[in-house]
Every structure is written in structure tokens, then in C-alpha cells.
């Protein structure tokens, strides 16, 4: 079966570092995709991978290694609007997202 | 931008009522898709579209029926409407073709079964 999984709530200080890790096993692999989910609102973009190596853009950053089924997405200089669900999703070989649950971020003054 | 429009934020219906949730979008995308979203959950597909007519089954469609008579329209029917369907259900839409493209999401529309 294909899988995705990410931790359920992690916590973080204003102005620190995070790393979110994600790992995934799927009938193939045609990219992986992070997107950001504030509370009742819908998923958005921030980051795509497709090759190995780090991705860098801005405060976020994204990791990916495709031997270890394994990807992180950093974020940096921690803002507590960064508050939010971050999903983890990789497309299949069938060009479809498969979605991880979602780690839910919570920040502290 | 790309526009994925829902056409409802917010729905309360009771139960055995047939349902209709609308998604429309503005950027000419072959697919499109929808989500129920769950605490604890995920993402979980109900139906997805490469195409005008062309409907496909995805992990859970069970009680639920779409159509998509026109490229930018693809909705979303709760034959019959159980309290089990209380979620919130997600559009999105993608280009074909392009593998870095991501999907776009509608705003959502939180649906309550009473």
C-alpha cells in the first residue's frame, strides 16, 4: 500500500527552528509536495521537490532524498503565524497526490 | 492566479436530504478533485476528473456521486445525506502535464448532517 507519515503536533518558540520530517512509501514518484494549512482554511503551495538535495526559499526550506523515502520541510526564524498544518504529499505514478495527515504546528511566544 | 471557488463556506442539512456542493474554476484545468478532510484524518479523495464527463473513483466514494458536464465545473452530490458525512470537503484543480504543478484548493465548505 502507499503511506505517508509525518508527526501529529509538534511545538516550537518564536524565532527558533523547526524541521517537520516526512517519509513515504508509494508506487512511484514523481515529485513531493509540501503545502501549509491555517485552521479552517484551504491547503497552499510552499514547496516542490522532485530531485534530491535542499530547496530553499526564504524562511522555508525543503529536503528531499528519494533512496530513503524521506523529505523535511524547515522552517526558520519562527513567526507565530507559521501556526498551521503542514501537509506532506507525494505524487504517484499515477500523477496523483497521496497526503500524509499533517503535522500540526504550534507556536509559543 | 488560479481561482478555485466553492460555493457554499458553510452548510448545515439534514439527514436524507439530497445535497449539492459546487466548485468552479477559473484557469482551464483538466483535473479536478475532491477531498473530505478529517481531524486525525488527512486528505482523503472521494472523486477526481481528468476530463469534461469523465468521472473516476477515488478512496472513499461511497454515498457520494459528482459530475462534471463542463471543464471548469465539477460538483459534488450527497445522494443522501448521514450524519457520517459531516466533514470538510476541499475542491482542487491541476494542470496536466506539468509534474511540479501542485494542486490549487477552493476555500472549502464545512458541512454539517443533522
Same mark, same amino acid.
Given at each position: 500500500g502507499q503511506n505517508i507519515d509525518q508527526p501529529t503536533e509538534m511545538t516550537a518558540t518564536e524565532g527558533a527552528i523547526v524541521q517537520i520530517n516526512c517519509t513515504y512509501q508509494t508506487s512511484g514518484f514523481n515529485g513531493l509536495f509540501w503545502y501549509?494549512?491555517?485552521?479552517?482554511?484551504?491547503?497552499?503551495?510552499?514547496?516542490?521537490?522532485?530531485?534530491?538535495?535542499?530547496?530553499?526559499?526564504?524562511?522555508?526550506?525543503?529536503?528531499?532524498?528519494?533512496?530513503?523515502?524521506?523529505?523535511?520541510?524547515?522552517?526558520?526564524?519562527?513567526?507565530?503565524?507559521?501556526?498551521?498544518?503542514?501537509l506532506c504529499a507525494v505524487k504517484d505514478s499515477?500523477?496523483?497526490?497521496?497526503?500524509?495527515?499533517?503535522?500540526?504546528?504550534?507556536?509559543k511566544p | 492566479? *488560479? %481561482?478555485? #471557488?466553492?460555493?457554499?463556506?458553510? /452548510? *448545515? %442539512?439534514? #439527514?436524507?436530504?439530497?445535497?449539492? /456542493?459546487?466548485?468552479?474554476?477559473?484557469?482551464?484545468?483538466?483535473?479536478?478533485?475532491?477531498?473530505?478532510?478529517?481531524?486525525?484524518?488527512?486528505?482523503?479523495?472521494?472523486?477526481?476528473?481528468?476530463d469534461v464527463k469523465m468521472k473516476e473513483k477515488g478512496d472513499i466514494p461511497e454515498g457520494y456521486s459528482v459530475s462534471r458536464e463542463k471543464k471548469e465545473r465539477f460538483s459534488l452530490i450527497l445522494e443522501s445525506a448521514s450524519t457520517n458525512q459531516t466533514s470538510m470537503y476541499l475542491c482542487a484543480s491541476s494542470l496536466s502535464g506539468v509534474?511540479?504543478?501542485g494542486y490549487t484548493f477552493g476555500s472549502g465548505t464545512r458541512l454539517t448532517v443533522v
Open positions: 501549509q494549512q491555517h485552521a479552517g482554511e484551504a491547503p497552499t503551495f510552499l514547496s516542490y521537490n522532485v530531485l534530491d538535495g535542499l530547496e530553499e526559499k526564504g524562511r522555508f526550506s525543503s529536503f528531499l532524498s528519494r533512496s530513503k523515502g524521506y523529505s523535511y520541510l524547515l522552517l526558520k526564524e519562527l513567526q507565530m503565524k507559521d501556526s498551521a498544518s503542514y499515477n500523477y496523483q497526490l497521496i497526503w500524509g495527515a499533517g503535522t500540526k504546528l504550534i507556536i | 492566479d *488560479v %481561482k478555485v #471557488t466553492q460555493s457554499s463556506r458553510y /452548510l *448545515v %442539512k439534514r #439527514t436524507g436530504e439530497k445535497v449539492f /456542493l459546487e466548485c468552479v474554476q477559473d484557469m482551464d484545468h483538466e483535473n479536478m478533485f475532491w477531498y473530505r478532510q478529517d481531524p486525525g484524518l488527512g486528505l482523503r479523495l472521494i472523486y477526481f476528473s481528468y509534474e511540479s504543478y
